[in-house]
């Protein structure tokens, strides 16, 4: 799908396999992106060091944005820039947020995560990032998606403006159920990776044909 037409509902963002050799992951991302639309590609830490980190980034980077994919690398402002990553997703306080997207000053994307009450939300959404992120990476496994996360953002979609996603469950029809939040994305990982709903290209291809056909439409 093209940068100029963009689906007006819930789109995908995409997390990367947290543990795997990179071969391994660079094959899976390479078939997830190949299965339609995918807003985003989010590269977690997990156990990785700082070197594995960064060569699974650069193995992933020019495959998404080859697609329009927009790339954000966890906690390690330094490997986005090195790479030249599209941004970072954070987990910090609120303090040290506000403070990281002062020094980055608009040149790289800044994600904040780690957010489990609506307090939290609040006081990290103060600092203007580019999206707040409901769930933990590595957290889904379940068929659903968590209920405090789907909670939390039927309120903040009704309150803020501020662009959220949210973490779903194993069963692509999770994706749905954050969509009818109100939510702006709904981030998968196993759903796509873990191989039961088929190749990840399949999976994602799944997931955008059940939101295209059943997810709310934004309004303007």
């Known amino acids: ?49 700082e070197a594995s980190l960064q060569k699974l980034g650069e193995a992933l980077l020019p495959l998404a944005q080859e ?48 957010i489990k009450t609506r307090d939290e939300a609040l006081d990290l959404g103060e600092a203007q990032p580019d999206y707040v992120f409901f769930g933990r990476f590595g957290y889904d496994n379940k068929p659903e998606a968590h209920s405090r996360n789907l909670k939390l953002t039927e309120w903040w979609s009704e309150m803020i403006a501020l662009p959220c996603i949210v973490l779903g469950g194993t069963d692509i029809a999770s994706a749905l159920a954050v969509a009818e939040t109100g939510a702006d994305f709904v981030a998968l990982s196993a759903a796509v990776f873990d191989g039961a709903n088929g190749t990840p290209a399949d999976a994602v291809a799944a997931v955008n044909a059940l939101l295209e056909q059943s997810a709310p439409r934004f309004t303007e």
């Open 1 to 49: 799908m093209s940068r100029t037409a963009l689906p007006d509902r819930c789109r995908l963002v995409l997390i990367a396999p947290v543990e795997g050799e990179i071969g391994d992951c660079t094959a899976k991302v390479k078939s997830a992106l190949s299965g339609g639309d995918v807003a985003s590609l989010i590269i977690p830490v997990g156990s990785r060091d």
């Open 67 to 114: 697609k329009g994919v927009a790339v954000m690398i966890e906690n390690d402002t330094r490997i986005a820039g090195r790479i030249k990553a599209d941004g970072v997703h954070l987990e910090t306080n609120p303090a040290d947020l506000a403070e990281q997207i002062e020094h980055l000053d608009g040149r790289l994307m800044v994600g904040a995560g780690g």
